[in-house]
């Protein structure tokens, strides 16, 4: 199984910047794209960023210019940095990693537990 840990969340005020951290560990043979989802009060999951494992990157419009996507692949580490944060960009943020535990095995997604993030205006 592979494990996914977040940390980073908090409460920040509108105009701030937070960074969040995501660690993958366990029985890991390859990890392909890393991502960031997040899901507010009464809406559903929607995708933040997600990186590849040739570090290409995609954006949710919404945070295109505010939010940077990175990774380190030699720790199986995934970040993303928001910037200017608005009050809309509260949510819950998960983490999502597309892995195989063994070569013989098929990818499948793991999600870590979620870091919760509040703007207040």
């Known amino acids: 199984q592979v494990q996914l840990v977040e940390s980073g969340g908090g409460l920040v005020q509108a105009g701030g910047s937070l960074r969040l951290s995501c660690a993958a560990s366990?029985?890991?043979?390859?990890?392909?794209?890393m991502g960031w989802y997040r899901q507010a009060p009464g809406k559903q999951r929607e995708l933040v960023a997600i990186?590849?494992?040739?570090?290409?990157?995609n954006y949710a419009d919404t945070v295109k210019g505010r939010f940077t996507i990175s990774r380190d692949s030699a720790k199986n580490t995934v970040y993303l940095q928001m910037n200017s944060l608005k009050p809309e960009d509260t949510a819950v943020y998960y983490c999502?990693?597309?892995?195989?535990?063994?070569?013989?095995?098929?990818?499948?997604?793991?999600w870590g537990q979620g870091t919760p993030v509040t703007v207040s205006s």
């Open positions: 999502n990693a597309v892995g195989r535990t063994q070569s013989w095995s098929l990818p499948r997604d793991y």
């Open positions: 366990g029985t890991i043979f390859s990890i392909n794209a």
């Open positions: 990186i590849s494992n040739g570090a290409g990157t």
